[in-house]
C-alpha cells in the first residue's frame, strides 16, 4: 500500500517538474520572440522613410497599444540607442481610444504604434486612419496587414519569425521603403494575396 502511494506521489512531482520546465521553456521562448520583434521594429526605421520633415521633431515615439511582452524591451531599447539621430520614447496606450485623444495634441503622438495581439481591432477603418497620418501600424496578428489596416505583421512561418508588408498602403500612406528590406518581406495586399519580391517582379511585363 505504501509502495503505491510512493509510486503515485513521484509520477505527481515529475508532472510538477515537467509543467514548470515546460512554462519555464515558454517563457524563454517568448522573451526571444519579442527581442527579435524588437530588434526588426529598430531596423525598420533604417530602411523606411516618414513624409514629414524629421528636422521638425527632436525625438522619435513608438506607442506600444495594449499590453504586450514587448514593452519593457523597447524601454530597454530606448535607453541606449537613437534613431534617425534623435532620442527614442515609448508611450504605452492601454486602449485605443486613450491613443486616438493623443492625436490631438500638437506634437505627433507616435512615429510607429505596435498592436499587440491583444487588442481586438473592430474597426478596421479606425485603424487605417492612423496609418494616414504617416504613423507606421505594426501588428502580429492574422490579416493585419490584409483587412485591418495594418501595415507590417509579424507572422510565424517554419517556426520561424517573418513579417509581412502591405507595401501598396504604405506608399499610399506616405512612407518610403528601402528595396533591401522589401527583399526580406512577404508582401501582401488588401485581396488577401501574398507574395515575395522576386515574384512580385515577375508580374510586371518585361519590354521586349
Known sequence: MLKGKYIVFTILLLL??????????????????????????????????????????????????????????????????????????????????DFNTRLGLPKISSHILFISKYVEIEDAEKLSQFSKRNILLIGETEDFARKQGGLINFVIKRNKLKFEINQNDMINCGFKINPKLLRLAILVNNDDESYTQEEDNERVPKNK
Open 16 to 97: 510538477v517538474g515537467c509543467s514548470c520546465s515546460f512554462a519555464q521553456r515558454s517563457k524563454v521562448v517568448i522573451d526571444q520572440e519579442y527581442k527579435l520583434k524588437a530588434a526588426y521594429i529598430y531596423k525598420f526605421t533604417k530602411y523606411i522613410e516618414w513624409t514629414y520633415k524629421l528636422s521638425e521633431v527632436d525625438t522619435f515615439y513608438i506607442g506600444v497599444l495594449g499590453e504586450s511582452e514587448i514593452l519593457p524591451i523597447l524601454n530597454r531599447v530606448a535607453k541606449r540607442k537613437k534613431i534617425k539621430d534623435r532620442p527614442i520614447v515609448v508611450h504605452h496606450y492601454k486602449r485605443i481610444e
